[in-house]
């Protein structure tokens, strides 16, 4: 199926497996990255290797809180959430990008003007710098990983890959490609900092490059969080699609007119289609039931991603004014 809006969704039944891999690289590369930020940074003495190393316990709990948003939105429906347990990542993923914006952002922010106004002492950078290397491999590794995992859904939805990762409702892979993509800048931006303040024996640098980092994060935080808020709100697919649906619905015998398509995206894999529909005035109940029938199975072999299809008989417009009523449904 060719789309031209990021597929919304459409992805194959592997995966969550995808999603779930691709984060445990991250998690695991940043955890240890993290605790060798920490250590070089106390041994050099540097804001901007602090900030990095808060950058990666900020990656490492934002991980595992996408871990936590992956298992619990994987929950079948029952009783009391009919609907499933789609859109629960999303509120989870909202509180990563919180821990992006709370531990790495507002931290680097902090320590690069603490750093600029009380001054700073260089030590030796050696460490450091062996530290950003290592990093930049790991964290080079887990972004190819996430880089993979999107690109491959982007061509299976036939979506451009920046449209795809722009309008995607799988945010935990969105949240590790943003992200390692920010720990690479931040890791050059870092060494930037060290190098100046060997050159010049100013600690100015490094704080600058601690504020840079911090501003970064912020970008990221806001980018994520923005993302998360437009699907918890509620999102419907993309125009292509509803135009798609329409037309499936339209081919259905005995269906008149679509008066009303609804749309939302649950997850991933998971949409609601809801629709007001004129069916013909000379159809039998027996050939509007199967007619549903019909309309839904033409959608969930068109759209796979299509989960609950729920369909209204509705008067025409033409009908209601003959019978006097509101030609509004």
């Given at each position: 199926m060719a789309m031209t809006e990021a597929g919304a969704g459409q992805q194959d039944d592997d995966g969550g497996g995808e999603s779930t891999f691709t984060v445990i690289v991250a998690a695991s590369a940043n955890l240890g990255i993290a605790v060798a930020?920490?250590?070089?940074?106390?041994?050099?003495?540097?804001?901007?290797?602090?900030?990095?190393?808060?950058?990666?316990?900020?990656?490492?709990v934002t991980e595992l809180l996408l871990l936590t948003a992956l298992k619990r939105s994987e929950k079948p429906a029952d009783?009391?959430?009919p609907l499933g347990y789609g859109p629960e990542r999303y509120i989870w993923a909202m509180l990563a990008a919180v821990a992006t914006f709370v531990g790495g952002a507002v931290f680097s922010l902090y320590d690069g003007i603490h750093t600029l106004v009380a001054g700073e002492e260089p030590g030796d950078?050696?460490?450091?710098?062996?530290?950003?290397?290592?990093?930049?491999?790991?964290?080079?590794?887990?972004?190819?990983?996430?880089?993979?995992?999107?690109?491959?859904?982007?061509?299976?939805?036939?979506a451009p890959f920046k449209r795809y990762l722009r309008y995607t409702p799988d945010t935990a892979v969105k949240a590790v490609v943003l992200e390692d993509s920010a720990a690479l800048i931040g890791l050059v931006l870092a060494a930037g900092g060290l190098l100046g303040g060997q050159l010049t024996g100013s600690g100015v640098w490094d704080?600058?490059?601690?504020?840079?980092?911090?501003?970064?994060?912020?970008?990221?935080?806001?980018?994520?969080g923005r993302s998360n808020a437009e699907l918890l709100i509620g999102r419907p697919l993309p125009k292509p699609m509803r135009e798609r649906i329409r037309a499936e619905l339209l081919a259905v015998e005995h269906v008149e007119?679509?008066?009303?398509?609804?749309?939302?995206?649950?997850?991933?894999?998971?949409?609601?289609?809801?629709a007001k529909v004129d069916f013909r005035d000379v159809s039998t109940a027996a050939q509007i039931e199967w007619a549903c029938e019909q309309a839904e199975a033409r959608l969930r072999e068109a759209f796979p991603v299509v989960s609950r299809v729920y369909l209204d008989p509705t008067p025409g417009y033409a009908q209601r004014r003959h019978e006097g009523l509101n030609p509004w449904p």
């Open positions: 930020k920490v250590v070089a940074g106390v041994i050099s003495g540097s804001s901007a290797m602090l900030s990095e190393a808060a950058h990666s316990v900020a990656d490492t009783e009391d959430h950078p050696l460490v450091s710098y062996i530290v950003l290397a290592v990093a930049f491999l790991l964290e080079s590794y887990s972004l190819r990983t996430g880089l993979r995992q999107a690109r491959g859904e982007a061509e299976r939805v036939g704080g600058i490059a601690s504020l840079c980092i911090g501003l970064l994060l912020l970008y990221v935080a806001w980018v994520l007119a679509v008066l009303e398509l609804t749309t939302l995206v649950q997850g991933p894999r998971e949409a609601l289609v809801a």
